[in-house]
């Protein structure tokens, strides 16, 4: 793991347990500076990561050894949380399979923590720190 901090987190909760949602596939994806406004729907592929025991991806975009550093840039931005595995393998219903959470970062130097707390049928999120 990368001592460097990755400038986008996030941190899973399942509220219908009280635990920390181990196991949750994560993706970061970006849309392109050309395509960044509301009506476009285009967005990239940057980073990629799972939930620890703790319901963190906190290396969610921290350099792998040997490979640069992901910068971020002003524009909008989707975290996306597959979350139908995670309820199917503790025998529970899903009624969102996806939590697709479309933020826009103005100031790329800043930190990004994206908390989401999920249920089998609902889910809330919140800009964390």
Not at 65 to 81: D, Q, R
Request: hydrophobic content about 35%; charged content about 20%; some cysteine.
């Amino acid at each position: 793991m990368s001592t460097r901090k990755s400038p986008i987190t996030c941190h899973v909760l399942d509220a219908s347990s009280g635990k920390p949602a181990d196991g949750v596939e994560v993706r970061v994806v970006q849309a392109p500076h050309e395509l960044s406004s509301p009506q476009h729907f285009s967005f990239d592929p940057i980073a990629h990561g799972v939930t620890d025991a703790n319901g963190r991806c906190a290396d969610l975009m921290a350099p792998k050894p040997g490979e640069p550093e992901i910068a971020l840039s002003a524009g909008l931005y989707k975290v996306i949380f597959k979350t139908k595995e995670y309820f199917h393998d503790s025998g529970r219903p899903c009624f969102y399979p996806w939590v697709e959470i479309t933020f826009e970062i103005e100031d790329p130097s800043q930190h990004y923590h994206i908390p989401l707390l999920i249920s089998p049928y609902s889910f809330t999120t919140y800009r964390g720190s």
